[in-house]
């Protein structure tokens, strides 16, 4: 015998698990939807980096490889300058060098001048003798060498002469 309790905790218990059966698949449905919306998003996701691949890959190659041509080119114009700066620089601490040197020659004539304006006048005239004595010995050397050149010249040629005197004796001899 069924009561009617017994009914009533039935269809109690049936509406229970229905009720639950529709909150399930609510909660399925939720699911399912979130799942599209991922996939949605995986799909936006997929379809940008297969663009990505076919396409702006490419364009993205041209531009890495126009830059590193672009790097190539500024490490050779680098290069270039560097050496234009260093020959530069070469060339005037060579003119600073001269120029040094100049103004130092002048430096130490304009000293001397100074110096001698401050000595005696028997200093002054040992100074002055001591230059025409220079230029006497400058003189005298090249006369010397002049003299040297001259008697070389003649030596030889009293050795030729004497060379040819005694081919003559020994002809005469011979005779």
């Known amino acids: 015998v069924v ?3 017994d009914v009533e905790e039935s269809l109690k218990a049936v509406f229970q698990f229905v009720k639950d059966k529709e909150q399930l698949l609510q909660d ?3 699911k399912i939807e979130e799942t599209k ?3 949605s998003e995986k799909q936006r996701e997929r379809d940008y ?3 990505y691949k076919n396409v702006g890959s490419e364009i993205h190659a041209v531009k890495i490889s126009s830059l590193e041509k672009d790097i190539v080119e500024v ?11 260093r020959e ?10 001269k120029l040094f040197d100049e103004h130092m020659k002048l430096l130490s004539e304009e000293a001397l001048k ?6 005696d006048k028997n200093c002054r005239r040992e100074i002055e003798e001591n230059k025409w004595l220079k230029e006497e010995v400058k003189i005298y050397r090249k006369e010397e060498k002049d003299l040297k050149a001259s008697v070389q010249l003649l030596e030889e040629e009293n050795t030729s ?15």
């Open 75 to 85: 490490k050779d114009e680098l290069e270039r300058t560097e050496e234009h700066y």
């Open 49 to 51: 980096w297969l663009e």
């Open 3 to 5: 009561t009617r309790d």
């Open 114 to 119: 100074k110096a001698v304006g401050y000595l």
């Open 28 to 30: 399925l449905r939720s």
């Open 161 to 175: 002469l004497v060379a040819k005197l005694i081919d003559i004796k020994l002809q005469h001899l011979r005779v």
């Open 88 to 97: 530069a620089l070469k060339v005037v601490k060579e003119e600073n060098q």
């Open 37 to 39: 919306k991922k996939i």
